[in-house]
């Protein structure tokens, strides 16, 4: 069942995290489902514009409506992750999604509340709900890439007035994460001074980790050790999932520890046999591996059990 992101976020403000998953194709879509039924969790199903553009996004929204049907116990939203304007606007007037991401977390301050401002206008008059973003974060999304150097951390008096002037719906924080498998170079660790700061002048009011990957050093390993060369990567520290949830962090995102699961599954079968040349059992093992993935990622956000209390919730 599809809900609306704001039902899935007021479920969870301050005692879990959901996990926002991206998907890009068939198998990443039953990989998810299946996790979050095992687990018992609601979640949210992401697509960025690269996953529109990769197959076709009427392929996508096939895929998630007919995953669904096969799920049916599931409790999801669907969300546009890091729009543009007009992306933001195709999702809204598609009707499909309840909730899009609009990043303009490149631009100056005003300009980043000028184009946020427009987007939640017309998404709220269809009642769909916006995430914006402020503060840059490092590593490389779609077309742009943040050096290190040049990522810097959600301003908390900024973060108020941005969230007064624009009527956003949820807020993307840069707390010291960044996108891919090469988070950190020296300590690891979430900026929770910065995030208490946020929560303190935005009490109630949803926040957004990206860049959450934790790259298991495991998976790389099995990577590398079938032919990888991923060096020097270091993700978040899965046990500052609930710490930051308790601080508001609600929305959790999580894409590049599934591209691992998929490219170590993949690596190794072929590895293992060479004379194979058919996609399916290896399609099929990654279903069962990402699965166990999402569950366990669940698991660490706190939304594995939630789903039973959830249901009962949106019945009241
Ligand atoms: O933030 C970026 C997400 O991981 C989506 O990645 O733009 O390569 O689909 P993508
Ligand atoms: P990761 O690269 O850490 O998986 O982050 C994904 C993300 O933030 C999607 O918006
Ligand atoms: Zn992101």
């Not at 490389?140 to 959600?154: P, R, S």
């Amino acid at each position: 069942m599809i809900v609306t992101t704001a039902q899935l976020f007021k479920h969870a403000y301050g005692k879990y995290a959901v996990g926002a998953y991206n998907i890009n194709n068939a198998e990443q879509a039953m990989g998810l489902f299946k996790g979050c039924i095992d687990s018992k969790a609601p979640f949210i199903i992401q697509i960025s514009k690269g996953a529109r553009k990769y197959t076709d996004k009427r392929m996508l929204e096939a895929i998630i409506r007919s995953a669904g049907e096969i799920f049916p116990d599931a409790i999801f939203a669907v969300h546009l992750d890091h729009g543009d304007e007009q992306t933001c606007y195709e999702c809204i007037d598609s009707g499909f999604f309840s909730s899009v991401m609009i990043d303009a977390s490149h631009d100056p301050f005003d300009e980043n509340v000028a184009i946020t401002k427009r987007v939640v206008d017309k998404a709220h008059a269809k009642g769909i709900s916006v995430e914006a973003e402020l503060g840059m974060l490092g590593g490389v999304e779609e077309d742009i890439k943040v050096e290190e150097g040049n990522a810097c951390l959600t301003d908390p008096v900024e973060a108020e007035d941005f969230v007064k002037k624009t009527g956003c719906d949820s807020l993307a924080c840069a707390i010291g994460t960044s996108h891919g498998a090469f988070k950190f170079k020296g300590k690891q660790s979430l900026h929770f001074d910065v995030l208490e700061k946020i929560k303190a002048r935005l009490p109630g009011f949803p926040l957004v980790m990206h860049g959450s990957s934790s790259v298991p050093q495991d998976e790389v390993a099995r990577i590398n050790a079938a032919g990888g060369q991923i060096a020097g990567s270091m993700g978040v520290d899965v046990n500052e999932y609930l710490p930051a949830a308790k601080r508001g962090v609600t929305k959790v995102n999580i894409d590049t520890d599934g591209r691992l699961v998929w490219t170590r599954v993949h690596r190794e079968f072929f590895r293992d046999k060479p004379a194979e040349f058919d996609f399916r059992p290896p399609g099929k093992i990654f279903i069962e591996e990402y699965a166990k993935f999402i569950a366990s990622r669940n698991k660490l956000l706190g939304s594995a059990g939630q789903l039973d209390d959830l249901r009962a919730s949106l019945k009241k």
